[in-house]
């Protein structure tokens, strides 16, 4: 299947501004896209960390438009998952996943350890003890973009209950590193594809990949379901790590309006189709708000 993914984003600032983001998908699926949209902005981009693709540049005062406009090939199946992978034993977790086992600024692995073997600790394989943590998140906390806040952590979400995607993954991520698993933040599009639609879609999301086994597999505590069509951008050891966009300065959102669906037809040499707004777009339309959720803000609150 062919699925279209996509943003603006409108900001404005007073002064030359500094900024970073990752505004493209991750470098792995790049060789699955069919056709984008050459993007007007110049920008410089490398490898972070985390093997993720990200840019820089500087905004000049007054409007800044960014976007991104892709069509991508997927191959349409759920998220994999094998009910019978176990859990890595310490002594044999590879040296690149140690990060993902430590504690991060919003994953309180410290204060959820003993909560977390409460919980989860007679369950014995990997598999089963992730599934939990990812039930017991799911129904702990409650939904809403209203409850969005950039600098709630892990242990403020379980203590709160509330939360929106990026609070889900974190919580069962810190769950995960105190059980010895290691696991990584990830944040992507996501649309309602293979599912009825969602009165509250959220088409861009954060959801989290945990070791097993020898491999890494996809969990999404939030929607806690296999789905089709995640389309990663980026990976990290929680949100401070991967905002969409972070500016070292003051900046104002003028808009924010994302895309992802599936693209029906054949696919033309010159393709130029109108963008099917999603309604995740009105949520984060008015100006000078910002969608802590997604992951736009200043070098202070580096958000998802």
């Known amino acids: ?12 600032v007073e002064q030359p501004t500094a900024l970073y983001a990752y505004l493209g998908i991750h470098p792995e699926r790049r060789g699955d896209i069919r056709w984008y949209r050459p993007k007007e902005t110049a920008v410089n981009e490398f ?25 991508v090939e997927d191959d349409g199946r759920l998220d994999a998952f094998d009910g019978d992978a176990e859990q890595v034993a310490p002594a044999d977790i590879p040296s690149y996943c140690i990060p993902y086992l430590l504690g991060s600024r919003y994953c309180e692995t410290d204060r959820l350890t003993p909560i977390a073997w409460q919980l989860f600790g ?4 990997g598999a089963d003890r992730v599934k939990a943590v990812c039930d017991f998140v799911h129904e702990r906390l409650h939904f809403s973009y209203g409850y969005a806040r950039s600098t709630r952590t892990a242990m403020e979400a379980y203590d709160e209950r509330i939360g929106v995607c990026r609070d889900f993954a974190h919580l069962a991520i810190a769950f995960c590193r105190a059980l010895n698993i290691p ?42 379901c296999r789905r089709i069509g995640r389309i990663i951008v980026a990976r990290g050891r929680d949100a401070a790590d991967v905002p969409l966009l972070n500016t ?23 393709l130029d189709l109108p963008v099917r707004r999603s309604r995740t777009a009105t949520r984060y339309g008015p100006a000078g708000r910002s969608p802590y959720d997604l992951g736009i803000g200043t070098n202070v609150t580096s958000l998802l």
Request: aromatic share 16%; hydrophobic share 40%.
């Open 183 to 224: 696991a990584r933040y990830v944040n992507g599009y996501m649309g309602d594809i293979g599912v009825e639609p969602d009165p509250a879609p959220m088409d861009y999301n954060a959801w989290f990949e945990a070791y097993l086994g020898g491999k890494w597999y996809t969990f999404d505590p939030r929607h806690n």
């Open 47 to 71: 490898i972070d960390n985390h093997g993720n693709a990200c840019q820089r540049m500087v905004v000049e005062p007054g409007e800044t438009v960014l976007a991104y406009d892709a069509l």
């Open 122 to 125: 007679h369950y014995e394989k």
């Open 248 to 270: 070292f300065g003051p900046h104002t959102l003028n808009r924010f309006e994302v895309w992802t669906h599936e693209h029906f037809g054949a696919l033309p040499v010159d």
């Open 1 to 12: 299947m062919l699925i279209r993914v996509g943003y603006e984003i409108s900001i404005v």
